[in-house]
């Protein structure tokens, strides 16, 4: 008789319970980098930026921030429009992406969006569409 109650009850307790849902997973990280690099960010380096600020003249970059695994470098380049007009600039870089300024024979200053596509060559994008190659200097 007990095993039929012993029975009933784990049965009621299978049904009853509620498998606990997992919260959702925390999908920001917590960090202080920036996620996107704009042209502003070349103008000027944060109190953050300036404790891990480091310049080497060995590589082509202009100065380098962040730490290990999140560096930002700093680069100055050149490059060609689609029209074959040359312009130059300096961006800021941060993994594949980054963002600056150009200056061509025909405009002040442009603002560009940029993407490594091989060593020391970027391709980059301005507000109109326009693509620019760019390398560093």
């Known amino acids: 008789m007990q095993k039929k109650y012993f029975l009933f ?3 009621f307790f299978l049904i009853s319970c ?3 849902d997992a919260p ?3 999908l920001q990280v917590n960090s202080f980098y920036k996620p996107v ?3 502003d960010d070349r103008k000027t380096i944060t109190q953050e930026e300036a404790k891990t600020y ?3 003249t060995t590589y082509k970059y202009e100065y380098r921030t962040g730490n290990p695994g999140h560096y930002k470098y700093n680069y100055d380049v050149k490059g060609i429009n689609i ?8 961006i800021n870089t941060e993994g ?8 061509g024979d025909t405009v002040a200053e442009i603002e560009i969006n940029t993407e490594w596509i091989s ?3 970027l391709k980059a994008l301005d507000k109109k569409g326009n693509e620019y190659n760019l390398i560093v200097k």
């Open 9 to 11: 009850f784990f049965l």
């Open 18 to 20: 509620k498998k606990a």
């Open 24 to 26: 959702p997973p925390n």
């Open 37 to 39: 690099i704009t042209a």
């Open 54 to 56: 480091h310049v080497n």
């Open 83 to 90: 029209k074959g007009d040359s312009v130059f600039g300096n």
């Open 96 to 103: 594949k992406y980054g963002a600056g300024i150009l200056i």
């Open 119 to 121: 060593h020391g060559k």
